[in-house]
């Protein structure tokens, strides 16, 4: 089992700090921007568009493909757009490192560094960031059981970093209608066995943008400390999870309908 991610190690509620947002106090969390910056204006216009209804910029620049064929990312130069777009829109950012040679790199231009699925068991990679002295946002593997990935918070929590907040984004099953299974119960279970905040991401759990909206209520249902959605000003043209992300204005219209949820659902993690 783990220890410094454990809830009989430190009883209280983690809060993670993200530039000046809070992640897993009284307030919901709402990350949204593109799967991948594909230009100035793309990711310009969407912070634009969701800055009223988000916490924290996303982007992807090192992109992990499932073919070696698909866009990887523009690199440091997607991180210098992130960055712009970002400071223009007054929020902070968030992208993904994929290799540990590359976590300077992120660190430098993001304000918290992503681990994504594919790499949740990459443990050079999870030691590295430990070392960064950046938030890191932990996505659960695609076949990764909840003691699996709070073992791999752990990795970045003994290098020295408490500030890990957790990410449900899907996990494989059977079943192909989906592009994922959402886990819902593993955010009343992670509440329960830890003290650091868990977010869930809809988009890559659904494949589907017509399923973003009803994973991301259900999960604030279940009480996640927030949200992080895919969302692209033409998700026809997108580079990469078109189908999965949302207008600007729909994304908007999920929010007021997720801080609704939410006010519902309020309760003390500890009570679960
Ligand atoms: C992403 O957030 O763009 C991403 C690649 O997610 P995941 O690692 O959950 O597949
Ligand atoms: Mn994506």
Redesign the pocket.
Known sequence: MCKLASRAYKEEDTIVQVGNVLIGGDEPVFIAGP?SIESAEQVGQIAQAVKGHAHILRG?AF??RSSPYSFQGLAEEGLILLQRAGQEAGLPTVS?VVSPEDVELVAQYVDML?I???NMQNYALLKKVGRCGKPVLL?RGIAATIEEWLMSAEYIMSEGNPNVVLCE?GIRTFEPLTRNTLDISAVPVVHHLSHLPVLV?PS?AAGKWDLVEPLALAAMAAGADGLMVEVHNHPDEALS?GPQSLLPKRYCQLVEKAREIRALAKRRKTNV
């Open positions: 799967c992807g992109k992990p993904e992503q994504g699925a594919r996505k984004r991401d890559h999870d």
